[in-house]
């Protein structure tokens, strides 16, 4: 299992992670929490180039890890779901943002992506995702639009469990409602639970109470990758 941390883009680490790496490896996964570069000094695409990377690297070393490598999954939380999204939707694709250190195997079998901020045009201001991607919407339009998970949906994405405060005013609901009914309408199975009365911040403290159904959805897909 890949995990990857929040933080805006900017700030952070894999050490907000440790939680959940240790209580899946309680469960007998192999975890990697991965790290990633940080905006404004590295900009949209290059975090999801390192994670990327990470994919490569444990297909590299699933013969010394012991890893089914048909059925990695990947965790992730705000920024740090955003770019696993991203991720999983592009690879094996041959677009953009599949080259040039995408391919098969940057597909996890099953994404489960908390707090994700899924379309970035949804804000037109603010620091942060100016910073990330290098400019604002009325400069780089195209590039707001490439960099939201929810015009990268197709038929041949892999399944989503997504949990999502609803009382998140950073990262609205309505986020993972749009996406669920873009991956609806490609047939692409898909999960939300809504966590009421719960903000950004307490959503991820309180993970634990989204990780019975998240686990119920890991085994379902893991046992045929496929979906």
Known sequence: ??????????????????????????????????????????KYPAQVYDLQQAMHWLHREASELQLDTQRIAAFGYSAGAHLLSLMALAAGTGDDLDRPWGGAQTRPAVVIAGGSPMDLRKYPGGKLVPQFLGGRITEIPETFAAASPVTRVHAGAPPFYLFHGGADTLVTIDHAEEFVSALQAHDVPVDLKRLPARGHILTFLTVGSALPAADTFLQRYLQDPAG
């Open 1 to 42: 299992m890949l995990l990857v941390h929040g933080g805006g883009w900017e700030r952070r680490s894999r050490d907000d992670m440790t939680r959940l790496a240790r209580y899946y490896v309680g469960k007998g996964y192999v975890v990697l929490n991965a790290s990633y570069r940080f905006a404004p000094g590295a």
